[in-house]
């Protein structure tokens, strides 16, 4: 796993931007799985910037995102699909047949998560996935214990993870209690998995994921065995991490043409 620690939040950010660029300005017809939360909304600002400085074209990519909550309408002001709409989706140039989300209306759930995973398939695979990480260690959605190989699916969130994402939903006991997620093994397909996280609160988990034993306790700690795998932090985020003279190292010697 490669290790970047940036010396603030908006350096992380341009960082992880610049390598999702790197990705589409490769390849524009690019397979992108996508990441929610509060910590990936600076990431895509930075991506809207450089869509509008002429950087960026998104017209031949297409997109994954990772996970909705079940029983949420896509329009609903909470739901992962408007979010995505109001930071991304709606400033750049992506064609609206090359977005893909998990449907958290799906009369037939099961049928749906699998129909998601040939959906991937078919477009080629994901090349590059962002991901964020929860407090005990969640990807997408994949809360503690989840499968290391798990696929698309219906899972159940930690009362941590509603209190976590409460803000949007008013109190804890308004967020839907079921979700569907991309599984740990459906992100440990893709080509690049390029995890961001900031701040003491992730700290913890940052550590135990890069340094930790692999286990389905803190599922995060699967994408030690992906063989490309780009973790950026702030110092913040990197605080419990032993190794990092050695990660600031590697990334000061990196050779030019891996640079961003
Ligand atoms: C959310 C998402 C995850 C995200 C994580 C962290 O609920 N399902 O994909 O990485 O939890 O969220 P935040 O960035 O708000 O801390």
Same mark, same amino acid.
């Given at each position: 796993?490669?290790i970047?620690?940036?010396?603030?939040?908006v350096?992380?950010?341009?960082?992880?931007?610049?390598?999702?660029?790197?990705?589409i300005?490769?390849?524009?017809?690019?397979?992108?799985?996508?990441?929610?939360?509060?910590?990936?909304?600076?990431?895509?600002?930075?991506?809207?910037?450089?869509?509008?400085?002429?950087?960026?074209?998104?017209s031949?990519?297409?997109?994954?995102?990772?996970?909705?909550y079940?029983?949420?309408?896509?329009?609903?002001?909470?739901?992962?699909?408007?979010?995505?709409r109001?930071?991304?989706? %709606?400033?750049?140039?992506?064609?609206?047949?090359?977005?893909? !989300?998990p449907? =958290?209306? +799906? @009369?037939?759930?099961p049928?749906?998560?699998?129909?998601?995973?040939?959906?991937?398939l078919?477009?080629?695979?994901?090349?590059l996935?962002?991901?964020?990480?929860?407090?005990?260690?969640?990807?997408?959605?994949?809360?503690?214990?989840?499968?290391?190989?798990?696929?698309t699916?219906?899972?159940?969130?930690?009362?941590?993870?509603?209190?976590?994402?409460?803000?949007?939903?008013?109190?804890?006991?308004?967020?839907?209690?079921?979700v569907?997620?991309?599984?740990? %093994?459906?992100?440990?397909?893709?080509?690049?998995?390029?995890? !961001?996280?900031? =701040?003491? +609160? @992730?700290?913890?988990?940052?550590?135990?994921?890069?340094?930790?034993?692999?286990?389905?306790?803190?599922?995060?700690?699967?994408l030690?065995?992906?063989?490309?795998?780009?973790?950026?932090v702030?110092?913040?985020a990197?605080?419990?991490?032993?190794?990092?003279?050695?990660?600031?190292?590697?990334?000061?010697?990196?050779?030019?043409?891996?640079?961003?």
């Open positions: 796993m490669e970047i620690i940036k010396p603030s939040v350096e992380a950010q341009l960082e992880t931007a610049k390598i999702l660029r790197r990705q300005q490769r390849k524009p017809a690019s397979v992108l799985g996508l990441a929610t939360g509060s910590t990936p909304i600076g990431v895509y600002a930075a991506l809207v910037e450089m869509h509008q400085r002429g950087e960026l074209d998104f031949k990519a297409s997109t994954f995102n990772l996970d909705e079940v029983g949420l309408d896509p329009k609903h002001p909470c739901s992962y699909r408007e979010f995505m109001e930071h991304l989706f %709606g400033k750049v140039n992506l064609s609206p047949a090359n977005i893909h !989300f449907d =958290g209306l +799906a @009369k037939d759930v049928a749906h998560c699998a129909e998601y995973e040939a959906a991937i078919r477009a080629g695979g994901i090349d996935q962002l991901l964020g990480i929860g407090r005990e260690g969640h990807i997408g959605f994949n809360e503690p214990s989840s499968s290391l190989a798990s696929r699916r219906i899972k159940t969130l930690t009362r941590q993870t509603l209190q976590d994402n409460a803000k949007c939903f008013g109190s804890p006991d308004k967020v839907p209690h079921h569907i997620t991309m599984g740990v %093994g459906t992100i440990m397909d893709t080509r690049h998995c390029l995890m !961001f996280a900031t =701040g003491e +609160a @992730k700290a913890e988990a940052v550590a135990r994921m890069a340094e930790g034993a692999i286990t389905a306790d803190l599922p995060a700690s699967i030690q065995m992906h063989p490309v795998c780009t973790l950026v702030d110092e913040a990197a605080a419990d991490l032993k190794r990092t003279d050695y990660y600031r190292w590697v990334y000061d010697n990196k050779p030019d043409w891996q640079r961003v």
